[in-house]
């Protein structure tokens, strides 16, 4: 391995972890259960030396950054998950790093809490402007709190890109893949910028590739929409639709057995019911080519 490692432009190589100006936050939050949530916040920087004085004052400010200043003589045990996450957020953030290490600290959390926390994150690192790097399997979370996404694979970076980016023009088969729902189509490509799928429909795309060559067509699946059999680019057959409040997911087949999900985010009418024959409308611009 080699190059550099640099924060703030100084060169970090060299330094020991405990001199660089890092600090984590951890997914089980590691809170001390026998200190009160002032002198958690407050134990890190009295290990700098710090003065208790002044260590108090910077907890007590750290605190109310997160809103948790009227918590700060309870013990973590008096706390809920997410205000404990709040105190873990507070003792790391008490130092002034320069960049802050956040490894799934919302796994924990409920479905809610966990929504309302990444808006929080969000406006708390803008609050802060300092760097934060966020750990996280899950997607929704990584395209809700990101300036910027990193997609590896096998120790190796595939896209570095702001989430519109990656979501909407991944580079690779593989980010299109991974990051959210996407229908990959099986095909060959023709000559003239056309696709032809293995159900049998050519379809005019934007990517071209060598005529004869193996392809992936990638949609995702709240670009295409319903028509009447016969009226959209393929035909498919209606198998299962799923109401989601907010949308209605719907399981598609196509003429070769293809699986197509497609996801209705302005539902007005009743879905087909299995088995209807429906036609499927997929705009070239929403459509990209990888090779297989």
Known sequence: MSGEILIDGQRMNER?????????????????????????????????????????????????????GQYAN???????GGQQQRVALARALAPRPKVLLLDEPLSALDLKL???????LKQLQAQAGITFVFVTHDQDEALTLSDRVAVMQ?????????????????????????????????GHAEAGGAVRLSCGTALPVRDSLAAGSAVKVAIRPERAGLAAAGAGTLDAEMVHSAY?????????????????????????????????????????????????
């Open 154 to 186: 096998g120790g190796h970076v595939l896209q570095l890109g702001s989430p519109r980016e990656i979501y909407e023009r991944p580079s690779h088969l593989f980010v299109a893949d991974f990051i959210g729902e996407i229908n990959l189509l099986n």
């Open 74 to 80: 309870r013990r973590p045990n008096e706390l809920s």
């Open 16 to 68: 020991p972890p405990f001199h660089r100006p890092v600090n984590t936050v951890f997914q089980s939050y590691a809170l001390f259960p026998h200190l009160t949530v002032a002198q958690n916040v407050a134990f890190g920087l009295e290990m700098q030396g710090l003065a208790r004085k002044d260590a108090n004052r910077r907890s007590g400010e750290a605190l109310e950054m997160v809103r948790m």
């Open 244 to 292: 989601l409040g907010a949308a209605v997911l719907h399981q598609l087949r196509l003429a070769d057995g293809t699986h197509f999900l497609l996801r209705d985010n302005q539902p007005t009418a009743t879905p087909p019911v299995p088995g209807t024959r429906v036609g499927l409308t997929l705009p070239p611009e929403t459509i990209q080519v990888f090779a297989a």
């Open 114 to 120: 966990r929504k309302e926390m990444q808006i929080e």
